[in-house]
């Protein structure tokens, strides 16, 4: 009983992280029917601005020698959080733009050019380092090249087909961007693990009934609660949720009642990327554990199936998808056979397709042909 | 029109830029050479995953190569070191060591740390009867590629038979195992250490299992605390060993923790919360390298390295130091360059006294050495114990 109740208290600490990922999921599916697959490694840019403002931005004081210094940590790792909601609300943006903008409005003169510098990064590294002078250049030279290139030769290849806009072509871009990310952060920041110290006071407390809980969870939970409730605050009560659940219902019928729809699917973005962030900073400073470029990729997936789970589309479908497979997977990882923890999501998953295939709380939308 | 010209313009750019900057690489890397050279292969993990153990490694032979030169050569004959990138990918290193037997017609091949790179690259080897030496992949299967493969250091069911030694003589006799169910090295280890403890009379009480890039390991240490093992044996990678640390203390498990080689990182304490954290006074078994070691061969390449390249040498690049040593010592025995001569050389080394230990091949081809086991005291790796393999009935 009590293992059984310490398992419940870890499912639910991990199934609160899956959720706040896959809100973000959700969010981007809902507006777009996209599976933005680069949201995990959004997550991963998280962790890795906790990282270097634990260590290096903000003036953390060492607690082992100035027990002293910890209210003044615990006011720096608030804004860690928001540092981190920041960087991965404007990446989430960046994406939208620069990514899948392109793919319903047509390259612009901008993409280009982004694509093209993007495309030269490697070049110029492999010449030395961004912050000498020939590299910095020849970057800049070669991405201009590029950029300048680049929508000719999309105008000259897409001469003879007719654009139009594929849901495919949006998920292999979202795959693309997701590689960018991950191998992009291997090229900039090494293949190392990196650990972010110790810099908030860390204390267990002994529940009735044996149960063991850590400031560490309770802090996750309470940061996951209540960035839900801000999120559903937004979603419901504000102009701009309206507008982006009009867009859900139908961005054609949106777009002709003067929304902006450009605007409202980048704030959409912002939101979910905010969210990630917080996750990522979250276990990054939190649960210990290593980070490295490839660090999303397992959570990223996870908090798709959560999302499938609890229905695309739907807000609370992605937090109870979410909370279902955290504590799913403590009960597995607990068990004989912890060596089937990451399969098991998939099995309920199936199962649950095969009765509800809209997911949990998903509507079934008959598709017009 | 107007578009076919811009059309042109950007595939005359494109070109233009990649053949400069490919012009620009090719000429970095190779360079000319001299007919009276002898030529050594190394294929090491410069960039990637592993860059540090390639890095390390690297330094290592560099040093050896370089004072084999200083004292005039093999044989009055100069050695050159031609060292290949394999971005710590099996499949390139199986390329690059291609290139360096066919093409820069080296006698012999240095390499590799990680065991899937060495056996990807051995076969290679044993096709051209190019002798190769392992400077440290521990994986037993490494050397059964052929017999013109060999390793100076000690293999993996050694090295789990010391810590379960270790593990009985320090009266640990309930121990539970937490292994990465994904990695070779992790299962291979657990399974000698389990059979070794029962064989003395302990037992393994419970077993739970991980994955590289699990970030929550709380439910399963959870579990292993319930079998209140005296000992808990974690053979991973630094990378996951201290977050596993760190969540066993919070979930109230405070048995030491044991592992292997894959423990020695610079990182692993940090990844543990710092000096004095999670993993203080945990112990795990090492290769016979240490800078608390009194040897006189180890004393002078500490100083030397360190004079050479300004930093402290560690395990890896003491063993990449050994192996050249070795085939450099084994070059001259066989006074040629020719691959079975050389070959039988190097598998008659006996009780050469590398930095590592003295290292003898066995008829497997792998060396018979001592292993370390170091407590984690501080930020410091202490040398606690040694045992050799006579001692473990071996």
Redesign the interface.
Known sequence: MQ?FL??AV??IQ?GSLYALIAIGYTLVYGVLRLINFAHGDVFMVGAFVCYYACTRWLPFRDL?ADPSAATSNIALAALVLVMAMCVCAALGVLIERFAYRPLRNGLGVADAHFWGLVAALP?AL??GKLTQVVPLAAWLA?GV??G???R??V??IA?RSVRTTSRLNALITAIGVSFVLEYGGLLVV????N?V??VVP?K?YQLPGGV?I?T?QLAILAVALLLMAILRYIVVYTRRGKAMRAIAHDIEAAKLMGIDTDRVISFTFALGGALAGAGGAL?AAL????I?P??G???GIKAFVAAVLGGPGSIPGAVLGGLLMGVA???V???QY??F??AIAFCILIVLLLVRPAGLLGRHVAEKV | MKRVVNAAWAVLFMSAALTLLGGCKKEATTGGQEASEIIVGEYASLTGTTATFGNSTHRGVQMAIDDANAAGGVNGRKLKLVTEDNQSKPDIARTVVTRLITQEKAVAILGEVASTRSMAAAPVCQQYKVPMISPSSTNPAVTDAGDYIFRVCFTDDFQAAVVANFAFDQGYRKVAVFKDIKNDYSVAFAANFAAEIKRLGGSVVAEQFFQEGDTDFKAQLITLAAAKPDAVLVPGYYSEVGTIARQAREVGLKAPLLGGDGWDSPKLVPGAGGAGGALEGCFFSNHYFSSELKEEVTQSFLAAFKKKYSVDPDALAALGYDAARLFVDALKRAGSTEGPKLRDAIAATKDFPGVTGKITLDAKRNARKAALILQVQGDKFRVFKSYTPEQIGQ
Do not use: C
């Not at chain 1, 090494?190 to 693990?193: K, Q």
């Not at chain 1, 649960?287 to 290593?290: A, F, L, M, Q």
């Open positions: 293992s310490q398992q870890f499912g991990l082992s070049f492999s010449m070669i090249i590029f300048y290139t680049l000719p030769v105008r000259w001469r090494g293949a190392d693990p650990f110290p110790n860390e267990v063991r850590g560490a276990v649960t210990h554990v290593k490295t490839l660090f990729l397992l959570p997977e403590a009960f990882a607990g068990s912890s060596a923890r990451d």
